[in-house]
T-cell receptor, first 117, second 115 residues
Framework: AQTVTQSQPEMSVQEAETVTLSCTYD???????LFWYKQPPSRQMILVIR????KQQNATENRFSVNFQKAAKSFSLKISDSQLGDTAMYFC??????????????WGLGTSLAVNP | GAGVSQSPSNKVTEKGKDVELRCDPI?????LYWYRQSLGQGLEFLIY????????KSGLPSDRFSAERTGGSVSTLTIQRTQQEDSAVYLC?????????????FGPGTRLTVL
């Protein structure tokens, strides 16, 4: 069975600095998808970035980028130029290849990130 | 377009009462998920609907929990004889049927408090 591990329950960073959140996963599958979701204090869960396992190039969305190491089963999130609005819980999630009927995501326990002024 | 909506946003009930939580997914999304999130915790999968297929109920914690999805759209999560440990935020998410990315779009959640 797949598992997702986020080893950092809490992190903090100064505004404008860079922070990296770690995520490791375990799977025997070759094709899959990885996601980072953000949940701010407002509670609304939103997608930050996603990565297809068959793509070697790391995904990037503005200030957010990932370091995807498929062999190491590692999927870390880097936030550059941190902003106060980045304060949130960040969840890493694993999804099986879409061809499978079951589209459940496997979730990590989350990392609480505080951006300090 | 409209996102996933959930109602009520907050629900306070007494122990032993039944509650119904509603989820309106994004129009056209055939996948619908219910999660439970206890204070400061991760997401606990409850149930998953995909089109006309039988739902995956493997995450429901007890037979007091049930969910249905009418007409492939709106879903209702019912908790019977609520207990204090049922207090949590209940999140609903929907997803597209096609395409390679099983991204989930979340609603704002319903905060349930059982006194």
């Amino acid at each position: 069975a797949q598992t997702v591990t986020q080893s950092q329950p809490e992190m903090s960073v100064q505004e404008a600095e860079t922070v990296t959140l770690s995520c490791t996963y375990d799977t025997s599958e070759n094709n899959y998808y990885l996601f980072w979701y953000k949940q701010p204090p407002s509670r609304q869960m939103i997608l930050v970035i996603r990565q297809e396992a068959y793509k070697q190039q790391n995904a990037t969305e503005n200030r957010f980028s990932v370091n995807f190491q498929k062999a190491a089963k590692s999927f870390s999130l880097k936030i550059s130029d941190s902003q106060l609005g980045d304060t949130a819980m960040y969840f890493c999630a694993f999804g099986r290849d879409w061809a499978g009927n079951n589209r459940k995501l496997i979730w990590g326990l989350g990392t609480s990130l505080a951006v300090n002024p | 377009g409209a996102g996933v909506s959930q109602s009520p946003s907050n629900k306070v009930t007494e122990k032993g009462k039944d509650v119904e939580l509603r989820c309106d997914p994004i129009s056209g999304h055939t996948a619908l998920y219910w999660y439970r999130q206890s204070l400061g915790q991760g997401l606990e999968f409850l149930i998953y609907f995909q089109g006309n297929s039988a739902p995956d109920k493997s995450g429901l914690p007890s037979d007091r929990f049930s969910a249905e999805r009418t007409g492939g759209s709106v879903s209702t999560l019912t908790i019977q004889r609520t207990q204090q440990e049922d207090s949590a935020v209940y999140l609903c998410a929907s997803g597209k049927s096609g395409g390679p990315v099983n991204e989930q779009f979340f609603g704002p959640g319903t905060r349930l408090t059982v006194l």
